[in-house]
């Protein structure tokens, strides 16, 4: 089983940008889905972005589309999500997960397809 580990989180102000990386350990991540997720206090975790394996594809949230990149170095183990012009209604601890079977990226925008999880990255957007 892979380990992700997240980071780049921060504090920025509306407008700015942080790029976010997930490192994965035990395990390449070259033939799996990988997504990114949010969750704020006291709602749900939803889906942010997420990048196939293989011939890649990339699939976003409305409210992220045209803001935010999702990326992948397979060599480094490594996906990104780059974040810019953001928005004091982006913050919220941003998960990375990768997708539960190799080769698949059937209902990748749902969390329950997704495991392992990271231990998520804090983004707080002032205004």
């Known amino acids: 089983q892979a380990q992700l580990v997240e980071s780049g989180g921060g504090l920025v102000q509306a407008g700015g940008s942080l790029r976010l990386s997930c490192t994965a350990s035990g395990r390449t991540i070259s033939w799996y889905t990988m997504g990114w997720f949010r969750q704020a206090p006291g709602k749900e975790r939803e889906f942010v972005a997420a990048?196939?394996?293989?011939?890649?594809?990339?699939y976003y949230t409305d409210s992220v589309k045209g803001r935010f990149t999702i990326s992948r170095d397979n060599a480094k183990n490594t996906v990104y999500l780059q974040m810019n012009g953001l928005k004091p209604e982006d913050t919220s601890v941003y998960y990375c997960?990768?997708?539960?079977?190799?080769?698949?990226?059937?209902?990748?925008?749902?969390?329950?397809?997704?495991?392992?999880w990271g231990q998520g990255t804090q983004v707080t957007v002032s205004s």
């Open positions: 990048i196939t394996w293989g011939t890649v594809t990339t």
């Open positions: 997960a990768a997708y539960n079977t190799p080769y698949s990226t059937t209902g990748a925008t749902m969390p329950r397809n997704f495991a392992p």
